[in-house]
């Protein structure tokens, strides 16, 4: 089992952490207090500079589009060495848009690539890759339990020419985004008599399509997260040409899986350089801030919380790379019990960690002082975000059950 790089793919790496050290990071204060001046569901200016100016650098650089582990398009990475980008990148919020690595954009360009028609590849794909417009993933629905997607019902019936859509969705990541111009949707197209796995389908909508109503954005812990967001829509008589079905009706659950799979890594990625950089702040605050007439590392069990939070980083990061391998392997069935896992590990992990952080800050750890309100925020809704953990656990389980018995679990 080999988790090692290639050594030009260690100089790659090695110029992503410096500009996320020395650009990305230092400009994230002053692009998150802009949010909220005017329309809080449109950028302002200066943001618009900031963003806009990192992609540009990072494109000129030719530090774009890592994600593409699986195509001519990128830079041939395994998902192991993805792996190391997606940790350097989760360090900071912007970091992964700034790279064009950014969900769901990366999961909905792969669809695009995989199942997508020439026509979409060239409307949708194209200026994704680019990095010039936005998408969002309509999956889970108010109404019913979407952990276990064959609830999903939003209506799709064909008519003609087109397809009518009727329902709602929420949780729709970026759809709030101005820049939002594509949705992939999950929906309902077989019945009772269609077999479970195939009643169900994906569907291309543009985002200005007639009929589709934003009903509200969807608040995590009181925030909105604008101007990108989470949005609930409402979908009334909403018609898109027959040719936006993606391969063809029934095909759902197996361009979905197809999707979450490397989605669901790149998150846990991304959460282990968050815990990370938690990690480095807790040091930097244990060695600076004095109480009682010492300095915090000696108070407590401080030292044991530090050195806690290494060991079990340490261990998720390796659980995300034995995933990643097995992924490189090719074969998805023997991997996914790997993703279950790591799913679960990484966002608890670093949940973990980023909340002892707060604790050493104290008052400060939960304002906006410092990022680690928002870092608590972002990875607890991980822990629901592509699957709550109690179903990967179940996946997990059931994987071990099976080594015992010739019973259908």
């Not at 990366?106 to 995989?114: A, D, I, K, L, S």
């Not at 949708?124 to 979407?146: D, F, H, K």
């Not at 276990?148 to 729709?172: F, Q």
């Not at 040719?243 to 659950?253: K, P, Y």
Request: charged share 25%; hydrophobic share 40%.
């Amino acid at each position: 089992m080999d988790f090692s790089i290639r050594p030009e793919i260690g100089a790659l790496l090695e110029r992503v952490k410096a500009m996320v050290r020395d650009e990305i990071a230092p400009m994230e204060a002053e692009y998150h207090a802009e949010i909220g001046k005017g329309d809080r569901w449109q950028y302002t200016e200066r943001q618009a500079e900031i963003l806009e100016g990192l992609k540009a650098r990072a494109k000129a650089a030719g530090l774009w589009n890592f994600w593409l582990t699986d195509s001519a398009r990128g830079f041939g990475l395994t998902t192991v060495e993805y792996a190391h980008f997606a940790e350097e990148m989760g360090k900071t919020p912007m970091g992964a848009e700034v790279f064009n690595c950014n969900a769901p954009d990366t999961g909905n360009m792969e669809v695009f690539e995989r199942y997508g028609s020439e026509e979409m590849k060239a409307r949708w794909l194209a200026p994704l890759l680019e990095g010039e417009i936005r998408s969002a993933y309509l999956m889970t629905e108010p109404q019913v339990a979407s952990s276990d997607a064959t609830n999903i019902e939003m209506s799709c019936v064909r008519d003609g020419d087109t397809y009518v859509l009727n329902g709602e969705k929420w949780w729709a990541t970026g759809a709030g985004d101005p820049r939002c111009a594509v949705y992939i949707v999950m929906v309902r197209t077989g019945g009772e008599e269609t077999p479970k796995h195939r009643r169900h389908s994906m569907i291309v909508v543009p985002a200005d399509t007639a009929g589709i109503e934003k009903l509200r954005p969807m608040q995590v812990y009181g925030h909105d997260d604008a101007p990108h967001g989470h949005m609930h829509l409402r979908f009334t008589d909403v018609r898109v040409p027959a040719e936006n079905m993606l391969v063809a009706e029934g095909h759902g659950f197996e361009i979905a899986q197809g999707r979450l799979g490397p989605g669901r890594i790149h998150h846990c990625m991304r959460a282990i350089g968050q815990a990370e950089a938690a990690l480095a702040m807790m040091c930097r605050r244990a060695l600076e801030r004095e109480a009682f007439g010492k300095p915090l590392y000696q108070l407590g069990a401080n030292y044991d919380i530090i050195a806690e939070a290494r060991m079990e980083i340490e261990q998720a990061r390796l659980l995300c790379l034995k995933a990643a391998w097995m992924m490189d392997r090719g074969d998805a069935r023997a991997a996914a019990p790997w993703i279950h896992q790591i799913k679960v590990v990484a966002p608890r992990v670093a949940l973990k960690v980023v909340d002892e952080a707060v604790q050493m800050f104290g008052g400060q750890g939960v304002s906006q002082d410092v990022p680690l309100s928002a870092m608590w925020t972002h990875l607890r809704t991980l822990r629901l975000a592509d699957g709550p953990d109690a179903v990967h656990r179940r996946q997990v389980a059931r994987d071990e059950l099976r080594k015992h018995t010739q019973r259908r679990l």
